[in-house]
């Protein structure tokens, strides 16, 4: 199985993933929600509606969104009737885009946005009632201290649920997802960021992630219980759940 944190951004030899990965998403920010929704044809929206339904039987209050970029898994959990919704990211830039949206938006009371590093949570233990990670996961450096910093800040029964991109197996949605990857999002990626390699990147990081059951293995390995997936677009893309 190839780890996730061999995948890097730029490969410099002087910088670790992590800060590789701040600049990246720093360098691409003003144009990462519109090339976001674009390069997923709006379906990004769709799976993160799916995510949420999942955390509505637990009705949490205090909810995490790692990896938050401009807070659109943030938003999302506005359906869930929260007191508190923070969003945290390694990106300042994508923060400082997300912190103008909640101000348009109206959600500025609800939804807090701050800087932190997913595997040094800033935060108190058992305090979450739940957490979300949307396509975040895959560019932790450390896999393994990220998810168990994740479940340190979650309280006792709290839900965790992570929307990745994964490998589709079938056809044609595996031939489709294939092409798509590699050539029109690089190509796109490229044309309208101006980096030519944070989305090459994108494919490369979905190609080196442990995905499906070797992820669910990891979850439990790190002590989340009632772990479970869902496939969705056929296998584009896969919500994780897990219990602490």
């Known amino acids: 199985m190839v780890e996730s944190k061999n995948v890097k951004p730029y490969y410099k030899e002087e910088a670790s993933k992590k800060e590789e990965v701040a600049e990246m998403f720093n360098n691409i920010s003003k144009k990462y929600d519109f090339l976001n929704h674009f390069l997923s044809l709006g379906i990004d929206r769709i799976w993160r509606r799916k995510a949420i339904k999942k955390l509505r039987a ?27 919704v923070i969003g945290v ?5 994508m923060l400082n885009v997300g912190i103008e949206k909640m101000k348009k938006k109206g959600h500025s009371k ?3 946005m701050q800087l932190g590093d997913s595997e040094n949570l800033p935060f108190e233990t058992d305090y ?22 994740m479940l340190r800040v979650l309280r006792p029964e709290g839900k965790a649920i992570i929307l990745e991109f994964s ?16 050539y029109l999002i690089p190509f796109f990626g490229k044309l ?3 980096d030519k390699r944070a ?9 080196a992630f442990p995905e499906g059951e070797d992820f669910k293995a990891i979850m439990k390995k790190i002590g989340y219980r009632n772990v479970e997936s869902q496939l969705v677009s056929g296998g584009i893309a896969t919500i994780y759940s897990g219990v602490k």
């Open 199 to 207: 989305y090459a990147y994108l494919p490369e990081s979905v190609a």
């Open 167 to 182: 490998k589709p197996r079938k056809f044609p949605v595996k031939q489709f997802f294939g092409f798509y990857s590699k």
């Open 58 to 84: 637990i009705e949490p209050k205090r909810i995490l969104d790692i990896a938050t970029g401009t807070g659109d898994f943030a938003i999302a959990a506005l359906k869930l009737n929260p007191e508190e």
């Open 89 to 93: 990211d390694i990106s300042q830039g």
């Open 128 to 149: 979450f009632d739940a957490l979300t990670v949307g396509f975040g996961v895959r560019n932790y450096e450390n896999l393994e201290k990220g998810l168990t910093d």
């Open 110 to 112: 609800i939804i807090k």
């Open 192 to 194: 309208i960021s101006k």
